[in-house]
């Protein structure tokens, strides 16, 4: 799972041309921990540091129970 939050968060980034090093520089983070996050190397990640990362993108996180079908707007969003 962290692999995959890594990856949407990596997608994003490169989607909008934002460096690891300036991502890390605005979110006081290092560049080393937002390419750990990335990857899912990361051996812990704290949750404001995951929240401060999906805000600065832009991006949300949402919880649904394991295994529900995907809604209406996630299946929009594959195309």
Known sequence: MLFEIGEELRKERKRRKISQEKMAKDLEM??????????????????????????????????????APPTLDELRGEK
């Not at 990335?38 to 919880?63: A, D, S």
């Open 30 to 67: 290092s560049r080393t921990t937002i390419s750990q996050i990335e990857t899912g190397t990361v051996q812990e990640i704290g949750v404001r540091k995951l929240i401060r990362m999906l805000e600065y993108l832009n991006l949300e996180f949402r919880v649904r129970p394991a295994g």
